[in-house]
């Protein structure tokens, strides 16, 4: 199993995700030798055998769920060292599983008021100290909030993003990879482009000093009521802005609403994998969870048009 151990450090999962998947594989195959039969000939009639003799011993739905996955791992790695050509586990899903539950979906024209209604004060000939501070932060929050809206990055990635990332003479920005992402490049809308050359060039250039250790960090903080410095805590960039977003747009949740509304609103432009890139997940089954937005939306719209009775 040690090759299959390297398989899935080449995934980036973590250590214990590594270890249970091994140990669910090893019980398959263990199961599989049971029933004369072993993995590199096993059919979907095996994985849901072994599924239903899981069940049988009463394990939860959530349980075998994790099993299914560490099995379609393990397929994927025998398809890759070319000892079969299929994944027998692939399209093998297990019902009553708890799905996550998605936020309601804003209209595109709701997204774009987050954007234009968020007012930037004017730079005045003597400002006091908290003037600046509430200016420079504004500035860099409208920047924020627009590649929440028209890129769907959520605040991890917004904190991880460099100065090297922003690419204005391509018009793009990168968004690293993680244990729970894929990397991705994405274009940026000809509104944000402006917007976020004032910000790299002038806002940023003056909150560094308020900011000793920012190294390429693109999105500083600003320092707080009554200090001169900026901490290295981010959280309180959040906490405001998403204070400030809810008194302007009363149907506004978090930003995780945001996301959503976005990556629902990709889905009727652009196809699943197009989706699933845009987004960053890793697996397309994370995209096709927010298809349900899109599902309710139409039985909405059909109960609304076409009432029965």
């Known amino acids: 199993m040690a090759g299959f151990e390297h398989y899935l450090i080449a ?16 019980d398959f195959i ?65 019902r009553g599983i708890k799905r996550k539950i998605l936020y309601p979906a804003m209209s595109i024209k709701e997204l774009e008021s987050l ?20 200016r420079l932060s504004r500035q860099r929050n409208k920047s924020i909030l627009g590649l929440m809206v028209w890129q769907g990055l959520v605040t991890a990635e917004i904190n991880s993003l460099t100065t090297a990332d922003l690419n204005l003479r391509a018009g793009t920005i990168y968004i690293a990879g993680t244990r729970k992402s894929n990397e991705r490049t994405l274009e940026l809308k000809p509104q944000q482009i402006m917007e976020l050359m004032e910000y790299q060039l002038q806002t940023r250039k003056e909150l560094l000093h308020y ?10 903080p600003a320092p707080a009521a009554g200090k001169q410095n900026a901490g290295s805590d981010t959280a309180g960039i959040w906490k405001r802005l998403s204070e400030e977003v809810k008194k302007q747009h009363p ?44 599902l309710e939306e139409l039985q909405e719209d059909i109960n609304k048009y076409h009432p029965i009775g």
């Open 11 to 26: 995934k980036d999962l973590s250590k214990v995700t590594i270890k249970c998947y091994g140990m669910y594989a090893m």
């Open 30 to 94: 263990t199961w599989l030798d049971m029933q004369n039969t072993d993995a590199d000939h096993a059919t979907g009639g095996d994985v849901t055998g072994y599924l239903s003799h899981l069940k049988q011993k009463g394990q939860a739905n959530i349980t075998r769920s994790n099993n299914l996955i560490a099995i379609r791992h393990f397929f994927n790695y025998r398809v890759h060292c070319e000892a079969r050509q299929d994944n027998p586990a692939q399209h093998i899903k297990i």
């Open 115 to 134: 954007c234009h209604n968020y007012t930037v004060p004017q730079q005045e000939e003597k400002e006091t100290h908290l003037c600046t501070v509430s």
């Open 211 to 220: 900011n000793k250790e920012a190294g390429g960090k693109l999105f500083l």
């Open 251 to 294: 149907r506004f949740i978090n930003f995780l609403q945001v996301r959503t509304s976005v990556i629902t609103h990709w889905l009727r432009q652009y196809n699943l994998r197009e989706v699933q890139y845009m987004a960053g997940h890793r697996y397309v089954s994370s995209t096709e969870a927010y298809q349900a937005n899109n």
